[in-house]
């Protein structure tokens, strides 16, 4: 499974952290950083487009996007069509736009959400399967726009 990451310098220490944790969880998933790759600052669209077209081409299976609210750099992930990315700052929210949205992609606060609850998120959200039935409906809607 091919796990691609993107951030601006709001979210890069939380997306360090992160890269952290599932290196060392989870053998079986290769992550792709497309940056940026320091605190210098930067803009969110880029990174949020960059990171939603590696998932949408299938060139990455699944996708987390960081800024410093995780709102900016979604924002800029769900416009690249194809790409359904939740807002997550609970372990709740992570079960749901699973289960629910098929939520191929999340994004996290650096600055609204700690990193342990972040690896926390990112656990359920990875765990998690996606229920089908009524929510492929609401999914395929989604897909079609
Ligand atoms: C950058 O200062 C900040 O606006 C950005 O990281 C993010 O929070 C936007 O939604």
Same mark, same amino acid.
């Given at each position: 499974?091919? @796990?691609? @990451?993107? $951030?601006d310098h709001g979210?890069?220490?939380?997306?360090?952290?992160? =890269?952290?944790? &599932?290196?060392? *969880?989870y053998?079986?998933i290769?992550?792709?950083?497309?940056?940026?790759?320091?605190? #210098?600052?930067v803009d969110?669209? %880029?990174?949020?487009?960059? $990171?939603? #077209?590696? %998932?949408?081409? /299938?060139?990455?299976? !699944?996708? &987390? %996007?960081? $800024?410093?609210?995780?709102i900016?750099?979604? &924002?800029?992930a *769900?416009?690249? =069509?194809g790409?359904?990315?939740? @807002?997550?700052t609970?372990?709740?929210m992570?079960? !749901?736009? /699973?289960q +629910?949205?098929n939520?191929?992609? &999340?994004?996290?606060?650096?600055?609204?959400?700690s990193?342990?609850?972040? $690896?926390?998120?990112?656990?359920?959200? !990875?765990?998690?399967?996606?229920?089908g039935?009524? +929510?492929?409906?609401r %999914?395929?809607?989604?897909?079609? #726009?």
């Amino acid at each position: 499974m091919i @796990l691609a @990451l993107g $951030c601006d310098h709001g979210g890069y220490s939380l997306k360090e952290a992160v =890269k952290n944790h &599932i290196r060392e *969880n989870y053998k079986d998933i290769k992550m792709v950083d497309l940056g940026t790759n320091s605190e #210098e600052s930067v803009d969110y669209p %880029v990174y949020g487009k960059l $990171c939603g #077209e590696a %998932v949408a081409s /299938k060139k990455a299976d !699944l996708g &987390i %996007v960081f $800024c410093g609210t995780g709102i900016g750099i979604s &924002i800029a992930a *769900n416009k690249v =069509k194809g790409v359904r990315c939740g @807002l997550c700052t609970s372990v709740e929210m992570a079960h !749901l736009t /699973k289960q +629910h949205n098929n939520a191929n992609m &999340i994004s996290l606060g650096g600055r609204t959400t700690s990193p342990e609850l972040a $690896c926390r998120i990112v656990d359920e959200w !990875l765990k998690t399967d996606f229920e089908g039935g009524r +929510h492929q409906r609401r %999914v395929d809607m989604l897909d079609a #726009e």
